[in-house]
Nanobody, 128 residues
Framework: QVQLVESGGGLVQAGGSLRLSCAAS????????MGWFRQAPGKECEFVAS????????YLADSVKGRFTVSRDNAKSTVYLQMNSLKPEDTAAYYC???WGYGSVLTPPRTIPEFNSWGQGTQVTVSS
């Protein structure tokens, strides 16, 4: 399986921006559909965004549409989550996830069971 390492989290004021990165190693990232999830304390892990193998298709949770974008650079084996207009309710640990061979013509996966590789997470804290 691919190894995933997130970075870019931190503390930011409401209205600010952060860009998370997910660096992949061990496998060719272009063979993986990728996603981002988050988990706030005391809450269930929730889907944030996903992107197909060739970046031709993306899917965003309603709660982040218009504020977050997901992208990937397969040459750099990295997936990004650009987060703008951050709100305190965006505070959570953010996790990168991947699944091998999920067809590019399909809408990218967006449920936890569909992914089989996970990073260790990076914390995002948005202050009001």
């Amino acid at each position: 399986q691919v190894q995933l390492v997130e970075s870019g989290g931190g503390l930011v004021q409401a209205g600010g921006s952060l860009r998370l990165s997910c660096a992949a190693s061990g496998r060719t990232l272009s063979n993986y559909a990728m996603g981002w999830f988050r988990q706030a304390p005391g809450k269930e892990c929730e889907f944030v965004a996903s992107i197909s193998m060739t970046a031709g298709r993306v899917y965003l949770a309603d709660s982040v549409k218009g504020r977050f974008t997901v992208s990937r650079d397969n040459a750099k084996s990295t997936v990004y989550l650009q987060m703008n207009s951050l709100k305190p309710e965006d505070t959570a640990a953010y996790y990168c996830a991947g699944v091998w061979g999920y067809g590019s013509v399909l809408t990218p996966p967006r449920t936890i069971p569909e992914f089989n590789s996970w990073g260790q997470g990076t914390q995002v804290t948005v202050s009001s």
